[in-house]
């Protein structure tokens, strides 16, 4: 039977690179966006290739839209096996310039998104006795980030709800850990100003900064059995920006 997952926020950049490597390891995988079109494109991407997928657009933040996006993976794909939470934005200011508004977005997306779908297919996993759940944080809920303390709050809450699911679920066979990148070639990350992405690449150890398909490859090893001992923990494939 084909195992199926679920990557939202896979329209573009990490997401899609995951959803594309998970389909490759044989996964059916549902694809997610907040754009309905750039989920289409990944999906059929997917189906070109040789591998299935399914496609539905939804914002994660929203109760309604994560039940239907939820309920389109098991219609199409069946038992969801794995869950990777990558759905997020990013927005530049400095700490006087973030208007509550703009607070409240960047934690309803990232945290309470991650919350309601960890929390929408959880009790089948937990009735299976079997499931992943991968959650996409930032070495900026580690260390912090200039102009991003918005963002880099919801990262670490992020880290905090990785760690504390882990520790309720994983003797029921259910492993939750989180990938934290460092800064990756795509939108997101070039959607920052070039002043702080040239700060950036400066202090990185390795020199540069990562591709999606890097990112990919982590999620791809922490859904498989080779991985079945890490626990409530965090990788960070972040150039050397953390070193833990």
Same mark, same amino acid.
């Given at each position: 039977?084909?195992?199926?997952?679920?990557?939202?926020?896979?329209?573009?950049?990490?997401?899609?690179?995951?959803?594309?490597?998970?389909?490759?390891?044989?996964?059916?995988?549902?694809?997610?966006?907040?754009?309905?079109?750039?989920?289409?494109?990944?999906?059929?991407?997917?189906?070109? *290739?040789?591998?299935?997928?399914?496609?539905?657009?939804?914002?994660?933040?929203?109760?309604?839209?994560?039940?239907?996006?939820?309920?389109?993976?098991?219609?199409?794909?069946?038992? #969801? +096996?794995?869950?990777?939470?990558?759905?997020?934005?990013?927005?530049?200011?400095?700490?006087?310039?973030?208007?509550?508004?703009?607070?409240? &977005?960047?934690?309803?997306?990232?945290?309470?998104?991650?919350?309601?779908?960890?929390?929408?297919?959880?009790?089948?996993?937990?009735?299976? &006795?079997?499931?992943?759940? #991968?959650?996409?944080? /930032?070495?900026?809920?580690? #260390? $912090?980030?200039?102009?991003?303390?918005?963002?880099? +709050?919801?990262?670490?809450?992020?880290? $905090?709800?990785? *760690?504390?699911?882990?520790?309720?679920?994983?003797?029921?066979?259910? &492993?939750?850990?989180?990938?934290?990148?460092?800064? #990756?070639?795509?939108?997101?990350?070039?959607?920052?100003?070039?002043?702080?992405?040239?700060? *950036?690449?400066?202090?990185?150890?390795? $020199?540069?900064?990562?591709?999606?398909?890097?990112?990919?490859?982590?999620?791809?090893?922490?859904? /498989?059995?080779?991985?079945?001992?890490?626990?409530?923990?965090?990788? $960070?494939?972040?150039?050397?920006?953390?070193?833990?």
């Amino acid at each position: 039977m084909t195992k199926s997952a679920i990557v939202t926020g896979a329209g573009s950049g990490i997401g899609r690179a995951i959803a594309e490597r998970l389909a490759q390891d044989g996964y059916g995988v549902l694809v997610n966006d907040l754009h309905g079109e750039r989920a289409e494109e990944t999906a059929a991407s997917i189906k070109a *290739k040789g591998g299935k997928a399914a496609a539905k657009a939804g914002d994660v933040s929203r109760e309604d839209d994560v039940a239907a996006l939820v309920a389109r993976a098991r219609a199409a794909l069946g038992e #969801i +096996g794995l869950l990777v939470n990558n759905a997020g934005h990013v927005h530049q200011a400095t700490f006087a310039e973030i208007t509550p508004a703009e607070f409240d &977005r960047m934690f309803a997306v990232h945290v309470r998104g991650t919350f309601l779908m960890m929390r929408a297919v959880l009790p089948e996993m937990l009735k299976a &006795r079997d499931g992943v759940i #991968i959650n996409i944080a /930032s070495q900026l809920g580690q #260390i $912090g980030g200039v102009e991003l303390v918005h963002y880099s +709050g919801a990262k670490a809450a992020i880290i $905090g709800m990785t *760690k504390s699911l882990a520790r309720e679920v994983s003797s029921q066979g259910v &492993r939750v850990n989180a990938v934290a990148p460092g800064p #990756i070639n795509t939108p997101l990350v070039r959607a920052l100003s070039q002043d702080w992405q040239d700060r *950036k690449a400066a202090q990185l150890p390795l $020199g540069r900064f990562g591709e999606p398909e890097e990112i990919a490859a982590v999620v791809s090893f922490l859904a /498989s059995p080779a991985a079945s001992l890490f626990v409530g923990q965090t990788l $960070g494939a972040n150039s050397g920006d953390v070193m833990l």
